[in-house]
Structure formats: C-alpha cells, structure tokens
C-alpha cells in the first residue's frame, strides 16, 4: 500500500459501489464508500469532486 498508485480509480470505484450496496449498509459503510469514490476521483485527477465528496 506504499506505493501511491496501488489501486486505479476503477478499483477504487469497484469498492465504492461493493459497500454501498450492502444490504442495510450502516451510515459508517456509507462514510466509506464516499471515501472510496473520492479517492477515485482524486487519483482520476478530479481534485474538487474529490474535496466535494468528502
């Protein structure tokens, strides 16, 4: 995980909708899937929807 390119924004974005679409997802799953998703726009090079985001 040192590496700063570990995951892509794919990936990232693969984890977000994985979380989000848990049944009964719980507002702490939510808070990390928002995460997910703004570390995916952040590594796209989308530094405000990444800001907006969180």
């Known amino acids: 995980m040192s590496e700063p390119n570990f995951l892509t924004?794919?990936?990232c974005n693969e984890i977000s909708r994985e979380i989000w679409?848990?049944?009964e997802r719980e507002e702490?799953?939510?808070a990390i899937a928002r995460l997910?998703?703004?570390m995916a726009a952040f590594k796209d090079g989308e530094n405000l929807g990444g800001?907006?985001?969180l």
Do not use: E, R
């Open 9 to 11: 924004p794919l990936q």
């Open 21 to 23: 679409y848990l049944p």
């Open 28 to 30: 702490i799953q939510t």
């Open 36 to 38: 997910w998703g703004s």
């Open 51 to 53: 800001v907006c985001d």
